[in-house]
């Protein structure tokens, strides 16, 4: 009993495949004139380094502050305190 089951359940989906298969190819395809749009790149940031922690940050978001006579930047007000603390110590 249960193989009779088992092979009709397997004619079933044996016919299935095939009726799939045919709609496929008797599917009109789609019309259309214009060419395939490019999806738009995003938009690249300037990354910046944090010396601290070696974090990348975007230029934008990034804390700035003078450490020893050149502009450095930090991910956050900790990293940027950290730095200036360590160029005071070298300084002193």
Known sequence: M????????????????VLRLL????????RSSAPPRATPAAPTRDLVRD?????????DRALTAIVGGREEHFCSVACRDQALR????ATA
Do not use: W
């Open 2 to 17: 249960l193989g009779v089951f088992l092979r009709l359940l397997a004619f079933f989906l044996l016919i299935r495949f």
């Open 23 to 30: 709609g496929s190819f008797l599917r009109p395809a789609p």
């Open 51 to 59: 010396r601290i922690c070696n974090t990348f940050v975007p230029r």
């Open 86 to 89: 360590l160029s005071t110590r």
